[in-house]
């Protein structure tokens, strides 16, 4: 999940939904969106 909330309930909301591989919030730096990347494109 990208968003733009930094609020730590809505992280924790996120982390009950079995279908997100994770939660990010923006901005997006180079970093995150290496992460990203990897975690979930890498074979």
């Known amino acids: 999940m990208l968003s733009t ?3 730590p ?3 924790s909301k996120a982390g009950q939904i ?3 591989a994770g939660f990010k919030h923006k ?3 180079r970093e995150i969106i ?3 990347l ?6």
């Open 38 to 43: 990897t975690d979930c494109f890498n074979e």
């Open 27 to 29: 901005p997006l730096t």
């Open 18 to 20: 079995a279908a997100l």
């Open 9 to 11: 309930d809505d992280r």
């Open 34 to 36: 290496e992460e990203v």
């Open 5 to 7: 909330s930094i609020n």
